[in-house]
């Protein structure tokens, strides 16, 4: 199958590149490298050959609408985007212009190529604002009631996809994502906490947490996240299906559980909390079983024992490592062991 990946730079894309590619697919990667890491890429051309073919270019763009006609898609993962929510609120124009227009321009590119279907990732930590604790882990049919213009976005978005299935037949599906981790995820990136935690541990430097650190969030390993993308382009057409654990996990308690992966005494610094940050998140991802066939398979402590792995091989290579990306520090990325959730 043809397929392209926009954002295929980016952690959670460059994990789906690599599937895709194992997967026996043909892959096309748009990316603007802002944010994403062509290093990111290094095992994917390694082993690719002619399967692969990288785009630099930002989505916002004409170009882009004339890539995707030429390449011919027969689906498209979009995962390109602006998912600093911070920087949404202070430039609410420049994420809608990133996140909107520029998702408008990969339908219109899908809609001229005969594209059969946009598997979208949407935002599950903002598509349903901060819903009753009762009603946790939320179900889809909870209303889209987000607080940020990142959300709003990314709401708009799944609306477009909607209208385009009724008008030109174009296919989506819609994954809305819990808190996604593992390998590759930057520590001074949006929502890492994860990643944060891991590059913190091996400096062997006190972890910052902000506010009381009872705020909960549903932690889901990036290998399942990729297999739910995978699974979504041949199944759940006209849907939104939260991607999560259905479990909620508290920023205390986790860190316990990395501290003790690490082998290290607890060592955290409180800070004020961020103001306008969720208290409480978990998704139910109960329709993504039914419809896409889809489960997380791997347990919290085991996908961030993998992310340490991957933090202390990055430090054991030295400064350089970061810039060299992982072909160039070796090509076995560590992958987190299979096992039920607790």
């Known amino acids: 199958m043809r397929t392209m990946v926009t954002g295929g730079a980016g952690f959670i894309g460059s994990t789906l590149v690599d599937r895709l590619l194992v ?7 748009i990316d603007d490298f802002s944010t994403g890491s062509l290093h990111n890429l290094d095992e994917a051309r390694g082993l690719a050959g002619r399967a692969l073919t990288i785009h630099q ?3 916002r763009l004409p ?3 004339e890539l995707i006609r030429r390449r011919r898609p027969e689906v498209i993962f979009h995962m390109a985007a602006q998912v600093n929510v911070r920087v949404s609120v202070a430039d609410p124009v420049l994420d809608a212009d990133v ?3 520029g998702s408008l321009r990969v339908l219109e590119g899908a809609r001229a190529a005969g594209t059969d279907r946009i598997v979208f990732a949407a935002s599950g930590g903002t598509l349903y604002g901060e819903p009753d604790p009762s009603k946790l882990p939320i179900v889809e049919s909870e209303p889209h009631s987000p607080l940020s213009p990142y959300g709003t976005a990314k709401m708009a978005v799944i609306s477009y996809l909607a209208a385009y299935r009724k008008l030109y037949a174009l296919e989506f599906c819609a994954l809305a994502l819990a808190n996604v981790y593992g ?7 949006e929502a890492g906490v994860v990643a944060i935690f891991a590059d913190a541990l091996v400096r062997g430097e006190a972890v910052k947490i902000f506010g009381d650190g009872e705020q909960t969030r549903d932690y889901v390993y990036v290998d399942d996240v ?14 939104v299906c939260n991607i999560g654990t259905g479990t909620e996990t508290s920023v205390n308690d986790l860190y316990l559980i990395m501290a003790a992966a690490a082998g290290v005494e607890p060592a955290s610094e409180h800070l004020p909390a961020r103001a306008g940050e969720l208290l409480r998140n978990s998704l139910n991802s109960s329709r993504a079983r039914i419809q896409l066939g889809w489960r997380p398979s791997t347990a919290l402590a085991d996908g961030v024992a993998a992310v340490l792995d991957s933090a202390r091989k990055l430090q054991v290579a030295g400064p ?5 990306g992982p072909a160039e520090r070796g090509r076995d990325r560590p992958r987190a062991r299979r096992g039920a959730r607790g």
Request: hydrophobic residues 35%; aromatic residues 2%.
């Open 226 to 239: 990729a297999d739910a993308f995978v699974r979504a382009a041949t199944k759940g057409g006209g849907l």
């Open 99 to 101: 996140n909107v227009l």
């Open 23 to 29: 997967d026996g697919h043909e892959v096309d990667v």
């Open 63 to 65: 170009e882009t609408e």
């Open 183 to 189: 390998p590759r995820q930057d520590p001074h990136g």
């Open 57 to 59: 270019l930002d989505i």
């Open 320 to 324: 350089g490592a970061a810039r060299r």
